[in-house]
């Protein structure tokens, strides 16, 4: 016999508890029986071939156990195909040899169980047919019927009473709400697995265990119905597996009708939740069939195709080994040529869900536990579930590499190059970047105190010198104030007079009242200057714009109402935003293209400035998402804070020509040249700060 890894020279011994039970016929047509291994509660569909070759067994070789097989039979073996069953029985430790399963590693064991484990429960074989004949009530048509009887009622009922069910969606988030909702979630679930028991039971077949099974950490219900398989006619396994979804779908009936006339509360909460929820989790979680719940299982009874994921998924390679490799692989299965199509595309779809879900289940892991641990588990589990099953596959396709034709094999040379210039070469040498222009010198106009507007000597559009007066404005209280100091000052100077040459405590008055003759003194030039200040002038050369219309003479103005702008027309900036993956990739000095919305020529200007500290609040309202920009705000923190959910850095941008006409604070659009960059190199980059600031060592926006 040809060596097979990990398999003894020695022909193997079959161990002896295993049974053969006859499983009828395969959709070809040809005899399938089942192998149970009934110490794991195992079983293993096997065709025509497996059965010949155990026949032979005691023959002890793979060359005498073919030749017996051609020379008996219609079937065609060579050894190697003896070989490949060998190996089958010893990967599913099915053989008698010696060691043949080695001691895992702890961290395997610590590994497999983080990624999958069973908890058994219970062992209910002998409560389920004590019981039995207590529920067989369920399974009958006049049940049935009464169920549906039931749930029409119940939604007739529910809708009679719309505000009802509006009232209990929005009690929903409330602690009762949440305590009904646990409640239903644990009843349902403990329903759907009895409904599959229970049909088990009645068909004969024993229900080993009951319990929990974790799916990376993910905790469901499960029952081991695995002796299903003895059962020949499919029809029996489909009730089987269809015995979940049906019970809920019962639950969910008979909770409809009753809670129209529940009384408030928590048990009504929890109808809700049956009623409505939990079997629409269950439709669409177990009647998947990409995953091992029980859609896979229903519909590999439905099309008596056992080993629906296994025998699909190996037509999908043959699929792809022919087409990328030009590599003829045997049939997996005589099937017709139609529902070979099928199972391929199966396959591809199988492929395609379980990836998004495993990437979901590893966020969610992420997000569970403390970073630096949440980082680690996404790695393992992506690794686990995603990369290894694509590094096996990519290991046969290097060990077939004779296999592959010249042309094919210089074809796939070319693609890999072309692949690898693409991923390595450095393309990218500008960095894109989100900014907002506005003028480079800009004088806003307040008045620092509620005030009356005077007199506007400037108007909207008119051109100003530095130091030009452009509004007056006028405030009683300081005036009054004005005043007040001067009539103090003024009497405390006259009572100083008055107490010369008096005796030691009118001398003590003399000098208390020049003491507050100064400071009425000081309080009269503040009050000056407060006045002075109501006097706006210009301290650029400029233009008037945004003029406040509103503000005419003799109206009342605000400390935080804008008066208008003075904008000096003869430059321009910008404030871009660069992330940290291209931080480092700008650099001060480097030439910039601005283009502004709807037009196709860009402005030229140079990088003066690149922070190197990240921003707490995005410079402008106009570029944030939520007000028609394009950066996101952080969720839980207020809008107006403008603090962005992600890391971001200021880039300045001082502008080469004169600013064109454009409105204040305009979102634009920059394109700044930079150090070349391939997309290997970015992604390892972008890799590595996630993280980096995932583990909690790096910055957060």
């Known amino acids: 016999m040809a060596q097979i890894p990990g398999v003894s020279p020695v022909w193997p011994a079959l161990r002896e508890e295993l049974q053969l039970r006859d499983a009828g016929i395969n959709r070809d047509g040809s005899p399938a029986w089942h192998l149970n291994d009934p110490v794991r509660n195992l079983w293993f569909?096997?065709?025509?071939?497996?059965?010949?070759?155990?026949?032979?067994?005691?023959?002890?070789?793979?060359?005498?156990?073919?030749?017996?097989?051609?020379?008996?039979?219609?079937?065609?073996?060579?050894?190697?195909?003896?070989?490949?069953?060998?190996?089958?029985?010893?990967?599913?430790?099915?053989?008698?040899?010696?060691?043949?399963?080695?001691?895992?590693?702890?961290?395997?064991?610590?590994?497999?169980?983080?990624?999958?484990?069973?908890?058994?429960?219970?062992?209910?074989?002998?409560?389920?047919?004590?019981?039995?004949?207590?529920?067989?009530?369920?399974?009958?048509?006049?049940?049935?019927?009464?169920?549906?009887?039931?749930?029409?009622?119940?939604?007739?009922?529910?809708?009679?009473?719309?505000?009802?069910?509006?009232?209990?969606?929005?009690?929903?988030?409330?602690?009762?709400?949440?305590?009904?909702?646990?409640?239903?979630?644990?009843?349902?679930?403990?329903?759907?697995?009895?409904?599959?028991?229970?049909?088990?039971?009645?068909?004969?077949?024993?229900?080993?265990?009951?319990?929990?099974?974790?799916?990376?950490?993910?905790?469901?219900?499960?029952?081991?119905?695995?002796?299903?398989?003895?059962?020949?006619?499919?029809?029996?396994?489909?009730?089987?597996?269809?015995?979940?979804?049906?019970a809920e779908l019962v639950l969910a009936a008979w909770a409809t009708l009753l809670w129209s006339f529940a009384p408030e509360g928590a048990f009504k909460n929890a109808l809700f939740f049956l009623a409505t929820t939990a079997w629409v989790m269950t439709v669409a979680i177990n009647a998947s069939p990409f995953m091992r719940?029980?859609?896979?299982?229903?519909?590999?009874?439905?099309?008596?195709?056992?080993?629906l994921h296994e025998r699909a998924g190996a037509w999908a390679k043959r699929a792809m080994r022919k087409v990328l490799l030009g590599l003829e692989d045997p049939l997996p299965d005589n099937v017709s040529r139609?529902?070979?199509?099928?199972?391929?595309?199966?396959?591809?779809?199988?492929?395609?869900?379980?990836?998004?879900?495993?990437?979901?289940?590893?966020?969610?892991?992420?997000?569970?536990?403390?970073?630096?641990?949440?980082?680690?588990?996404?790695?393992?589990?992506?690794?686990?579930?995603?990369v290894l099953p694509m590094i096996r596959e990519l290991?046969?396709?290097?060990?077939?590499?004779?296999?592959?034709?010249?042309?094919?094999?210089?074809?796939?040379?070319?693609?890999?190059?072309?692949?690898?210039?693409?991923?390595?070469?450095?393309?990218?040498?500008?960095?894109?970047?989100?900014?907002?222009?506005?003028?480079a010198l800009v004088q806003p106009l307040y008045t620092p105190f509620g005030a009356m507007m005077l007199k506007a000597r400037v108007q909207d559009g008119e051109t100003v010198k530095k130091g030009q007066l452009l509004f007056e404005l006028d405030?009683?209280?300081?005036?009054?104030?004005?005043h007040k100091a001067i009539a103090m000052r003024q009497a405390w100077e006259a009572s100083a007079r008055g107490a010369q040459g008096l005796d030691k405590e009118s001398a003590a008055r003399q000098v208390l009242a020049e003491q507050m003759a100064r400071q009425f003194a000081l309080q009269q030039r503040a009050g000056n200057m407060e006045l002075?200040?109501?006097?706006?002038?210009?301290?650029?050369?400029?233009?008037?714009?945004?003029r406040n219309l509103t503000l005419q003479e003799g109206s009342w103005v605000s400390p935080g109402d804008r008066i208008a702008t003075v904008i000096d027309a003869s430059r321009w900036r910008v404030d871009a935003l660069v992330t940290e993956d291209d931080l480092q990739r700008i650099k001060q000095g480097a030439s910039a293209n601005v283009f502004l919305p709807g037009q196709i020529q860009p402005l030229s200007g140079t990088v003066v400035s690149v922070d190197q500290h990240s921003l707490a609040k995005l410079p402008s309202m106009a570029l944030a998402k939520e007000f028609g920009g394009t950066i996101t705000l952080a969720p839980r923190v207020p809008p107006k804070e403008l603090k962005p959910e992600k890391v971001w850095y200021?880039?300045?941008?001082?502008?080469?020509?004169?600013?064109?006409?454009?409105?204040?604070?305009?979102?634009?659009?920059?394109?700044?040249?930079?150090?070349?960059?391939?997309?290997?190199?970015?992604?390892?980059?972008?890799?590595?700060?996630?993280?980096?600031?995932?583990?909690?060592?790096g910055k957060e926006g």
Request: hydrophobic share 50%.
């Open 293 to 307: 719940f029980d859609g896979y299982f229903i519909l590999c009874d439905w099309l008596d195709f056992p080993g």
């Open 45 to 246: 569909r096997l065709g025509w071939l497996e059965i010949e070759i155990l026949k032979r067994w005691p023959l002890g070789k793979p060359q005498a156990i073919a030749d017996d097989i051609n020379a008996r039979t219609t079937l065609q073996v060579l050894p190697e195909d003896v070989d490949e069953f060998v190996g089958f029985l010893q990967q599913h430790q099915l053989l008698k040899i010696p060691r043949y399963r080695p001691e895992k590693s702890l961290w395997t064991h610590l590994l497999h169980s983080y990624l999958f484990i069973r908890i058994p429960l219970v062992h209910p074989g002998k409560m389920l047919k004590t019981l039995l004949p207590w529920v067989s009530v369920l399974f009958s048509r006049t049940f049935l019927l009464l169920t549906a009887v039931a749930g029409l009622t119940g939604l007739t009922l529910a809708a009679r009473q719309w505000d009802s069910v509006e009232a209990t969606l929005q009690n929903a988030v409330s602690w009762q709400g949440a305590l009904g909702f646990m409640l239903a979630l644990v009843l349902s679930k403990c329903w759907h697995e009895l409904g599959h028991a229970f049909m088990a039971t009645r068909y004969g077949v024993r229900v080993g265990h009951m319990g929990v099974a974790l799916l990376v950490m993910l905790p469901m219900a499960y029952t081991d119905t695995g002796e299903s398989w003895k059962l020949s006619r499919s029809r029996e396994r489909l009730k089987i597996a269809c015995a979940g979804i049906m």
């Open 475 to 482: 405030a009683p209280q300081p005036e009054t104030d004005e």
């Open 532 to 546: 002075r200040r109501l006097q706006l002038f210009a301290a650029i050369d400029g233009r008037i714009e945004e």
């Open 650 to 697: 200021r880039v300045s941008i001082q502008g080469n020509d004169g600013q064109p006409s454009i409105a204040r604070e305009m979102p634009v659009q920059v394109v700044v040249k930079s150090d070349g960059q391939s997309l290997a190199h970015r992604w390892i980059n972008s890799a590595m700060l996630m993280l980096i600031q995932q583990s909690g060592m």
């Open 338 to 386: 139609g529902f070979s199509r099928a199972l391929t595309l199966f396959a591809f779809a199988t492929w395609f869900y379980r990836l998004m879900l495993f990437i979901g289940i590893a966020i969610v892991v992420y997000h569970a536990f403390f970073k630096a641990l949440g980082v680690f588990l996404f790695v393992i589990e992506i690794m686990t579930f995603v």
């Open 395 to 439: 290991k046969v396709w290097w060990q077939r590499r004779a296999e592959i034709r010249r042309t094919r094999r210089l074809r796939i040379v070319l693609v890999l190059a072309a692949l690898f210039a693409v991923l390595l070469l450095p393309w990218s040498r500008s960095v894109s970047m989100p900014g907002v222009i506005d003028a």
